[in-house]
């Protein structure tokens, strides 16, 4: 695949490769920043920078992890950016704007327990458990999504599952305090 | 088989016998663990309790992270769309732009643009004269790349021409560089251009009024004032810097009626006007009299011009016959030359004269780059530049007004060579600063009610002294007192954003009534060349519409200019396997037309 960048068989390669997977890379970009616009433009980003990488796709049959490891990297740019600044653009429909309907609809759906643990991990951790879990890559394509050593992607996920753990468990711990004090509330008004 | 290799530990290493359960839980999950750890593994839950709860836990919550399968998020049915366009952006930025390929245009060449560097320069005139296009048998009907605004066919002597129309005339003036090396400066007029549509065949510019010029350094921009008849010139000093020098451009420069003898000869570069053509250096000249703001009757835009035809040749000229100016009488150019700044190295295209023509801004670093980029002011009259920033790392914008609008990274929002942009309003005279919101080199209007800016992070270049635009997007906003405000919802984002790519920079332009925009943004790979687009501004709603014809996405060199109902830009050499040509778009009510320069081999466009 390597050599001669070739536009038009570039161009093919790549929407052929966003018909089989764009919906499993957008899932993870939505799980992985949960917001569905950004979710979207860091989809489109992906496939874009597919398209211009294309001649670094040494193996046609590595392609979805190859994306995967597109899209981790767009990811963990795109969090790296917002720890320095909060986006703000200058036209509404976006981030920092109201939020769509849609956005809501998908805040609802990631909104439990467990989107809340994974947001609480650290992002590379999430990625991890995120793939592995999820979107069902081997231990190989892990490891190059992930951009590290086959060892490496073992012990971060290894490291992941006992974060997770212990974000769930905090989790429902705040859950019960919530439930507790909201009950308080509720026998006092009895009472009185 | 493990999906991944265990995480090499000795047994004998542990802290604890529970803490290799924990880990060896964990890791099963992913995999074997090899027959002699597992045994123990089991072993160990089995003698256990605490840690078969937490093996139970991992599989819970691994049974409940898998049940997130289940919300699977659908994408937005436009992703493919919007995908597929910016692609094809990607895709065109370094491909032959369609519009520009597979047309064929007869031209007659510019008499004297054998040269290499061609400097143009357009300024708005009412008056008619010059140049026009030509209807008759072509002279150079060699293939080209096309014009700007497409075509569909090739031409040449047989092939019918274009129908022209009419545009507001305006004069377009450039330097260029004769076959034996001197520089000429040549002025045309434009007043009618190729429409797009249906168009067969145009011609190309033709010659010009051409002067003899002498300058010590070959200019590589030129910025004129808007009011005084003077340029800033920008010419690289041979040692790796760049001087910047004040020159008189020409005055008296004849424009010929509108209705020209066909049979006034030629003008060529070997034609005798060096002795009329001073653009000179002349050591006797002080300050003052370069840089006096009075405006010149013979210069400037609205400067009436003198017409030089020939009174003995016939009266008329019908349409699109060729046109030829006359040198004679030959213009009486005083010109001279005074260097305000040396050592240094322009930074970008954003160098600009205030409105009123009383101050001239720009960004610079040192030559030796030795610090990163500050904003330079020059007013007008002074003996040199006054460095106005001192932090090495704020580069001017635009001018608000009569104030310096300036970029730089927020300190306190920077990390790892990533960082927020902040803009400035700078009072050239004080250096007093006031805040002009997160916005990376805002370029205002001239109802100073919008901008188009950079909103986003801002990155660090490889040189580690200058910054470029990282994440985020070139856009329009508004503009007010406060600088750039973030505009509420409900206003459509594709209608103002430009582009989401622009890490090699970018240039805006304004026209004289904030009507029109140009917007060239560098390529990535290669800031010396780029992408422009010209935009016609929906004040009311606050978008930027695309005009049916217009320039979108056209190969250019940086340094276009914009006004007079025309834009005008250099395309990169080597096009087509040609030089570079000067194209033109004019537009009025009736829609966008095109006139393109014969090639020539290293154009810079200045304005």
Request: a negative charge; hydrophobic letters at 40%; charged letters at 20%.
């Amino acid at each position: 695949m390597s050599g001669a960048w070739d536009r038009d068989e570039a161009g093919v390669f790549v929407e052929t490769l966003f018909a089989k997977h764009h919906g499993e890379i957008y899932a993870y970009l939505m799980r992985m920043m949960r917001d569905p616009e950004v979710a979207a433009d860091m989809t489109q980003d992906a496939f874009v920078k597919a398209y211009k990488n294309y001649a670094s796709l040494e193996k046609p049959e590595n392609a979805r992890a190859w994306l995967y490891q597109i899209a981790h990297r767009v990811a963990l740019d795109e969090i790296r950016r917002r720890k320095i600044i909060r986006f703000l653009p200058w036209t509404g429909e976006s981030r920092g704007a109201a939020p769509s309907a849609e956005h809501l609809v998908m805040e609802g759906r990631f909104s439990g327990d467990m989107q809340r643990a994974l947001a609480r991990i650290p992002e590379r951790q999430r990625a991890a458990l995120l793939l592995a879990e999820l979107h069902d890559l081997t231990g190989l394509e892990l490891a190059d999504a992930l951009g590290v050593s086959h060892v490496a992607a073992r012990a971060l996920l290894t490291r992941a599952r006992e974060s997770l753990r212990q974000a769930l468990a905090a989790e429902r711990e705040l859950e019960a305090a919530t439930d507790a004090a909201s009950d308080a509330g509720t026998t006092a008004k009895v009472d009185r | 088989m493990s999906r991944l290799g265990r995480v090499g530990r000795r047994p004998d290493h542990w802290d604890s016998p529970h803490e290799r359960a924990r880990l060896r839980v964990a890791e099963r999950m992913a995999g074997d663990l090899g027959a002699e750890e597992a045994g123990w593994l089991d072993e160990h839950l089995a003698a256990c309790a605490p840690c078969a709860a937490l093996a139970a836990q991992y599989a819970a919550d691994r049974l409940a992270l898998r049940s997130l399968r289940d919300a699977a998020p659908e994408p937005p049915r436009d992703l493919w769309a919007r995908t597929a366009a910016a692609i094809e952006r990607e895709s065109s930025g370094s491909r032959a732009n369609p519009l520009l390929a597979g047309r064929r245009i007869s031209r007659i060449p510019l008499g004297a643009w054998s040269g290499i560097a061609v400097v143009a320069l357009v300024v708005g005139v009412s008056a008619l004269s010059g140049l026009r296009f030509q209807s008759g048998p072509a002279i150079d009907s060699e293939p080209s790349s096309g014009s700007t605004t497409g075509g569909d066919g090739g031409s040449g002597p047989d092939v019918a021409l274009a129908t022209p129309f009419a545009v507001g005339a305006g004069d377009v003036q450039w330097v260029d560089k004769s076959a034996n090396g001197g520089l000429g400066y040549n002025n045309a007029n434009i007043d009618e251009v190729c429409p797009a549509a249906g168009t067969s065949g145009c011609p190309a510019l033709e010659d010009a009024q051409r002067q003899d010029l002498t300058l010590e350094l070959a200019p590589r921009t030129i910025i004129r004032s808007p009011t005084n008849g003077k340029a800033v010139v920008v010419a690289d000093n041979g040692s790796g810097g760049d001087q910047i020098m004040v020159v008189d451009l020409p005055k008296g420069t004849p424009t010929p009626p509108t209705a020209l003898p066909s049979t006034t000869p030629t003008p060529t570069a070997s034609a005798d006007t060096s002795s009329a053509s001073a653009l000179a250096s002349l050591p006797g000249r002080t300050q003052s009299d370069l840089a006096s703001p009075t405006p010149s009757a013979a210069a400037g835009a609205s400067a009436p011009t003198t017409p030089s035809a020939d009174p003995s040749a016939p009266t008329q000229s019908p349409a699109f016959t060729p046109i030829v100016p006359t040198l004679s009488p030959s213009p009486s150019i005083a010109a001279a030359t005074l260097a305000i700044a040396n050592d240094i190295q322009l930074v970008g295209e954003s160098a600009a004269f205030s409105a009123d023509g009383t101050w001239f801004a720009f960004t610079a670093r040192p030559d030796d780059g030795s610090a990163g980029p500050d904003v330079y002011v020059w007013h007008v009259g002074d003996g040199s530049v006054h460095k106005l920033t001192t932090d090495g790392s704020t580069v001017f914008a635009s001018w608000d007004g009569d104030q310096v609008v300036a970029s730089r990274p927020d300190a306190a929002r920077s990390e790892g060579g990533y960082a927020a942009p902040v803009s400035v309003r700078i009072d050239p005279a004080t250096g007093a600063e006031s805040s002009a919101g997160d916005v990376w080199r805002p370029v205002i209007d001239p109802t100073r009610r919008r901008a188009i800016g950079w909103s986003g992070t801002i990155v660090k270049s490889a040189d580690g002294k200058t910054w470029t635009p990282d994440a985020g997007r070139l856009e329009l906003g508004p503009w007010t007192e406060a600088g750039a405000q973030q505009r509420g919802s409900g206003q459509g984002r594709d209608s103002s954003v430009v582009t989401d790519a622009a890490t090699g920079g970018f240039d805006v332009r304004w026209d004289e009534a904030g009507d029109w925009v140009a917007i060239w943004v560098a390529d990535s790979a290669d800031p010396n060349v780029g992408r422009l687009s010209l935009y016609r501004v929906d004040a009311g709603h606050g978008r930027l519409e695309r005009p049916k014809d217009a320039p979108d996405g056209v190969p250019a060199l940086p340094g276009f200019s914009i006004g007079n109902g025309r834009l005008a830009w250099a395309t990169p050499p080597g096009q087509d396997g040609e030089g570079s040509r000067i194209q033109i778009v004019a537009w009025n009510d009736d829609g966008v037309g095109s006139i393109e320069s014969a090639p020539g081999e290293d154009l810079v466009l200045i304005r």
